[in-house]
């Protein structure tokens, strides 16, 4: 691998529109793999989750290929980890969709439920509140952003100790309903809309995030 060009994996686990994903994340500045590896993925500078569709489904198929355990296995090492729309929501406790409860990754406590808004799914282009201190907004705060979904984590339920960083969260809003719309909390970033599909606000978005993979410690996990 280059070394002015970090690597990224792109999980491949059956969900996402993981070629859009691939050639954005490329011209974002990264080399990238498209797998479902497991030492692969472990052994790359940033890990990619895409997804779209069901959350439970989505679960399914990255248990599938370990996925829960290779995003659990970065972050332990503070490695940097990706989520994109489902591949967001997963990383929640769970997911309730149609009466029915899944297990997701655990890495944040709270719930992913349908948007409560007249018009469901949400989808085109949006706003968002970033909050102050944003490294993954980091000039395109005011920018829209495209979302395809009708699902999200409407509360944040984390909290933090004075001894760890609280996470920066960033808000959207659809028919007056109030969700999570991307999070930075450490190695672990995600957003719920598609940064693939929002033009050059996106892909200054995934610039972003590349770009702390050249300054992050690459400790193996």
Request: net charge negative; hydrophobic share 45%.
């Amino acid at each position: 691998m280059s070394p002015s060009r970090p690597g990224v994996v792109v999980l491949d686990y059956g969900s996402g529109n993981l070629r859009s994903v691939v050639r954005a994340v490329e011209r974002a500045g990264a080399e990238v793999t498209l797998t479902p590896d497991f030492e692969a993925g472990l052994a790359a500078d940033g890990l990619v989750v895409p997804g779209v569709g069901a959350y439970a489904a989505c679960m399914a198929g990255l248990r599938a290929v370990k996925g829960d355990r290779l995003v659990g296995r970065r972050l332990a090492g503070g490695r940097p980890v990706l989520g994109i729309c489902v591949g967001m929501q997963v990383l929640f406790e769970r997911g309730v969709e149609h009466g029915v409860e899944s297990a997701g990754c655990d890495e944040w406590p709270g719930t992913v439920s349908r948007l409560q808004a007249d018009v469901v799914p949400h989808m085109g282009w949006n706003s968002v509140e970033a909050p102050a201190g944003t490294e993954l907004f980091a000039g395109v705060e005011d920018e829209r952003f495209y979302f395809v979904h009708s699902y999200a984590a409407r509360s944040w339920d984390l909290v933090t100790t004075g001894h760890t960083r609280e996470p920066l969260v960033t808000w959207a809003e659809h028919g007056g309903d109030r969700f999570v719309a991307a999070v930075e909390n450490g190695p672990l970033w995600a957003t719920q809309f598609h940064p693939e599909k929002s033009g050059d606000a996106g892909a200054a978005l995934l610039r972003n995030w590349v770009a702390t993979l050249r300054t992050a410690d690459h400790t193996a996990a």
